[in-house]
């Protein structure tokens, strides 16, 4: 006969404590996803490269719209704090020094995956969907595509695009500043 088994959940206020006392480090390399402490990815030459140009890309072509965070928390509720590679986020004064950006402050999420695909589809992007994220852009390194998640529902986005090399794209809340996929896969 099987056990039932009650996982306990973490609260964002928790994962900090155990940070403060030393139990996580900085070089643990975890985020809290749905309460649960997990380990993120290893970031390889080319994911390292990719999340570079983009800082580099959005910084000049956002600069005076938009906020770029780069592999910083964005805290969705109290049970979920992941961090995504950027963030284009709402402008704030004090650039998120008091809070972290909520779902609600985001214009996209980027998430450049190499190793990690299946987690940030399947786990991630709901949640993200879930909890404000109006646009999830997604860099599959391993197609050399980018996937664009759009019309966020509580179930999930209802719109999925898919730019290739040679394709243009733009942020939905920036209709207006187009540029090359290229320009992010390298």
Known sequence: ?????????FTVDEYYQMAEAGILKPE????????????????GNRHAGCVNRATDLFTFLFRGKAVVTVQNPVRL???????????????RADYYASKHPTGEDT???LE?????????R???LPIYARLGVPEVWIEDLKHDLILVFRDRADTGY?????????????????PEITFKVEDLLG
């Not at 509720?77 to 402008?91: F, G, H, R, S, T």
């Not at 450049?112 to 940030?120: F, G, N, P, S, W």
């Not at 898919?162 to 920036?174: E, H, N, P, V």
């Open 122 to 124: 399947k786990v991630k």
């Open 1 to 9: 006969m099987r056990a039932d088994v009650t996982k306990k959940l």
């Open 28 to 43: 643990d390399r975890v985020e809290l996803i749905e309460g649960e402490i997990i380990q993120m990815s290893p970031i």
């Open 77 to 91: 509720n109290i049970y979920n704090e992941p961090q995504p590679d950027l963030v284009l986020a709402k402008p």
């Open 107 to 109: 214009f996209l999420v």
């Open 112 to 120: 450049v995956a190499d190793t990690a695909l299946r987690k940030d």
């Open 158 to 174: 209802k719109k999925s695009l898919t730019f290739r090399r040679g394709d243009s794209l733009s942020a939905a809340a920036f």
